[in-house]
């Protein structure tokens, strides 16, 4: 028998210890701390994408398509794998960097990437195959898929060209360009639109494929934008504008899908206000992008790192986490207090208006205010402390939740 609710418990784990690892990193700029600064943000990346949102994803798939399909020792394998595969990185690339025992550890975690997209591609019963939600799920893991050949990039070119390659960059752009804008977003989407199926509010076919192909011609050329820094010839922004605005019509249409079956969603108040937050979090991500096609401001967000920063945490924090916690929610594997989502909003809201104001100085040549980093690693401290409370509460839930979100 399956645990999903220990299984999402250890990805509330991982995010906790991204917490703590992201708050660390910024009291290295309060008091002196014998450690990497570079070895600990390897270490913080890799726990909060493969670790929190991946099992997150993966765990919420699990129950949707095998909850009653008799694969629990195939998925089990993998799963186990993947935690060894995970524990190593944590404990290698804090203290080594890019080395031998964590480029082998993150190298396996690959491998269990596979192995789980074969298994849910292979086994997911065929009564799924055919709805929308599934094609969004399989296109989801082919990104991730090809996400994979990033990190199989970099080993080659830190060999030849170093790490101050302009190719290294571009390998790590390209993997968190298909993280981050598709096997994540995809994911959550396939995961939304299963619960309306469930609810019998699937949308018609044609609306349906207009928005598919619409979203997946985003997703390809929408990576261009992740090359700007480059200052390349001009057909790559066109590509890179194009892929922005392909973007927002895939989301205008998906929500013309949505906002006539809104209210006939079985979601409670409180979730439904959670996928609000999200979207508006999403809709700001979309014209973000959508600015940084044009040259000037794809100069201004690369000569910043703390624009890239902060636009990297607010996809994270405000649009991927956010929908895990309503969707988990959703499916009683994550009880979540509202005093703990607000308290974990607050801290996310007030750490980005700080990342963005520091971009905002540096770009002006203006000074920051007293006691700058004191207070972001003040306010970061939140982060940790409502993951730890939200995994505390799960953890000494026994039983799957049965109160409603009021």
């Not at 590509?239 to 979601?267: C, D, S, T, Y």
């Not at 999403?282 to 703390?306: E, G």
């Given at each position: 028998m399956i645990s999903l609710k220990k299984h999402t418990n250890i990805a509330l784990g991982y995010f906790f210890l991204v917490g703590l690892l992201g708050t660390f990193l910024r009291f290295f700029f309060v008091i002196p701390i014998p450690a990497n600064f570079r070895y600990v943000v390897h270490s913080h990346s890799h726990i909060a994408l493969l670790g929190w949102v991946y099992i997150a994803l993966t765990t919420m798939i699990y129950k949707m398509y095998f909850a009653e399909a008799g694969f629990g020792k195939i998925y089990k394998r993998i799963f186990w794998f993947t935690q060894v595969t995970l524990i190593g990185m944590m404990l290698t690339f804090p203290f080594t960097g890019y080395a031998l025992f964590s480029i082998t550890f993150s190298t396996l975690f690959l491998f269990a990437s596979y192995f789980m997209a074969w298994f849910i591609l292979k086994k997911t019963p065929s009564q799924y195959k055919t709805t929308y939600s599934f094609k969004l799920i399989r296109a989801a893991l082919w990104y991730m898929v090809f996400s994979s050949i990033g990190p199989w990039a970099l080993g080659g070119i830190m060999a030849t060209m170093g790490s101050a390659s302009i190719w290294y960059k571009m390998a790590i752009y390209y993997y968190l360009h298909f993280q981050y804008n598709a096997w994540f977003i995809l994911a959550l989407l396939g995961?939304?639109?299963?619960?309306?199926?469930?609810?019998?509010?699937?949308?018609?076919?044609?609306?349906?494929?207009?928005?598919?192909?619409?979203?997946?011609?985003?997703?390809?050329?929408?990576?261009?934008?992740?090359?700007?820094?480059?200052?390349?010839?001009?057909?790559?922004?066109?590509?890179?504008?194009?892929?922005?605005?392909?973007?927002?019509?895939?989301?205008?249409?998906?929500?013309?899908?949505?906002?006539?079956?809104?209210?006939?969603?079985?979601?409670?108040?409180?979730?439904?206000?959670?996928?609000?937050?999200?979207?508006?979090?999403?809709?700001?991500?979309?014209?973000?992008?959508?600015?940084?096609?044009?040259?000037?401001?794809?100069?201004?967000?690369?000569?910043?790192?703390?624009?890239?920063?902060?636009?990297?945490?607010?996809?994270?924090?405000?649009?991927?986490?956010?929908?895990?916690?309503?969707?988990?929610?959703?499916?009683?594997?994550?009880?979540?207090?509202?005093?703990?989502?607000?308290?974990?909003?607050?801290?996310?809201?007030a750490t980005e208006t700080l990342i963005f104001y520091k971009g905002f100085v540096t770009w002006q040549e203006m000074s920051l205010f007293e006691n700058y980093f004191r207070w972001l690693a003040y306010c970061s401290l939140f982060l940790p402390f409502s993951a730890g409370a939200l995994l505390l509460k799960n953890t000494l839930t026994k039983s799957q939740f049965s109160a409603k979100y009021k």
């Open positions: 995961i939304f639109f299963f619960f309306m199926e469930q609810q019998d509010l699937r949308p018609q076919k044609g609306h349906f494929r207009s928005f598919f192909w619409q979203i997946n011609v985003a997703v390809i050329l929408s990576f261009f934008l992740s090359v700007l820094w480059v200052e390349p010839p001009w057909i790559f922004y066109v590509l890179g504008g194009a892929g922005a605005i392909f973007q927002i019509m895939a989301f205008v249409n998906f929500w013309k899908m949505v906002e006539p079956r809104w209210k006939q969603l079985h979601f409670s108040p409180f979730l439904k206000l959670l996928l609000k937050i999200a979207g508006t979090a999403l809709a700001f991500k979309l014209i973000l992008q959508l600015f940084s096609a044009l040259p000037w401001f794809a100069n201004l967000a690369f000569s910043f790192p703390d624009f890239v920063i902060g636009y990297l945490h607010w996809v994270f924090l405000g649009v991927v986490t956010v929908c895990l916690f309503a969707f988990l929610a959703h499916h009683r594997l994550l009880s979540l207090p509202k005093w703990i989502f607000w308290l974990y909003f607050s801290a996310f809201l």
